[in-house]
């Protein structure tokens, strides 16, 4: 059995998040639809986490078992031929056995955008949150100091969630304005709680707007109460950018 690690990125616009499901269209059945495809048999692919509905990756990371005697090439090139245009694989390898997407993950780190201009744009409207208006980004610097450090998430994790253990490590919280005039807000944590990510920026978008102020942010935390925080950012403006092992 050949143990294959690989790296796809994905526009999940019309997905319904990674992890397979009954009613309706995931990452994860598309890639081994198409494993199977090429390889003639069925795998089961494990990514290093799971994406919600609508959340983009750039480079997620994930690996499948086969006793496929094809070249990692063939399977590579296969692949892309037969996945539709908006997952593609942009490295596969042969790994050593002992090798697991999810459970050798050191870190992700996840980046949002946010278009903050007063006129609603149409292109690239999937890829970012729209806010027309203005936001502070030094207030939203001041709140974001708070999130660093190991904390009980609680506060922003998704409603209904059964994980008991919602003590994450945030490494990381970068924001700054790029050269399309993107707002991007980057997060590196250990690990994120459902919808961790978006609660978060939904919160510091209300502290941006002068609707809560930075010190705010350190009580929400400490409420470890899901009402506290603020609203839940859109998916579209999400994307995984890195998974470090």
Request: net charge positive.
């Amino acid at each position: 059995m050949r143990n294959f690690k690989m790296i796809v990125e994905y526009d999940g616009t019309a997905y319904c998040g990674w992890q397979r499901q009954e009613n309706g269209l995931t990452i994860q059945q598309v890639l081994e639809e198409a494993i199977q495809l090429i390889t003639g048999e069925k795998a089961t692919v494990i990514g290093s986490g799971r994406t919600d509905a609508g959340v983009h990756a750039l480079n997620q990371v994930a690996h499948f078992k086969s006793n496929s005697r094809l070249p990692v090439n063939n399977i590579y090139r296969g692949m892309n031929s037969v996945l539709p245009p908006d997952i593609v694989v942009k490295e596969l390898e042969e790994v050593t056995d002992d090798f697991h997407a999810q459970h050798d993950v050191k870190s992700k780190v996840y980046v949002y955008k946010i278009c903050n201009q007063r006129l609603r744009p149409v292109l690239g409207r999937n890829y970012f949150w729209f806010i027309r208006f203005p936001l502070d980004l030094e207030v939203m610097r001041k709140a974001s100091r708070y999130l660093i450090g190991t904390h009980d998430f609680s506060c922003f994790c998704a409603t209904g969630t059964h994980v008991k253990d919602r003590v994450r490590t945030i490494i990381d919280l970068e924001i700054k304005t790029c050269d399309d005039e993107l707002i991007e807000i980057k997060l590196e944590a250990h690990g994120f709680l459902k919808y961790m990510v978006r609660n978060i920026i939904g919160t510091m978008a209300e502290v941006g707007r002068g609707k809560r102020k930075p010190e705010e942010m350190k009580v929400i935390i400490e409420s470890r109460n899901r009402k506290c925080a603020g609203v839940t950012a859109p998916a579209c403006g999400l994307f995984l950018k890195e998974v470090k092992y």
